[in-house]
Nanobody, 120 residues
């Protein structure tokens, strides 16, 4: 099994910044793509940003130029730097990890979610 532990959510004023972090642990041979999703009340979960094992990134149009995803393969962590936050960024943010175990079985794992609230 793979466990994802997130940290860094909270309350911030519009225009402010937050940094989310997520660490993967467990039975892992290889971590492939890692990413962040979010779900606002009454809405479906949506992709925010994803990063491949080689460092290729992809962002939702709504966060391009404001959010930056990064990862540390040696530490099995992924981070999301969020700048110029807007009220519409308010949501529960989930870490996502695609990995393989020692039998090469692919596995998709999710964190427990961390609340980000942007409000004055």
């Amino acid at each position: 099994q793979v466990q994802l532990v997130e940290s860094g959510g909270g309350l911030v004023q519009p225009g402010g910044s937050l940094r989310l972090s997520c660490k993967a642990s467990g039975i892992i041979l290889r971590i492939n793509a890692m990413g962040w999703y979010r779900q606002a009340p009454g809405k479906q979960r949506e992709l925010v940003a994803v990063i491949s094992s080689g460092g290729t990134t992809n962002y939702a149009d709504s966060v391009k130029g404001r959010f930056t995803i990064s990862r540390d393969n040696a530490k099995s962590t992924v981070s999301l730097q969020m700048n110029s936050l807007k009220p519409e960024d308010t949501a529960v943010y989930y870490c996502n990890c695609n990995s393989q175990d020692y039998t090469y079985t692919p596995r998709e794992s999710w964190g427990q979610g961390t609340q980000v609230t942007v409000s004055s």
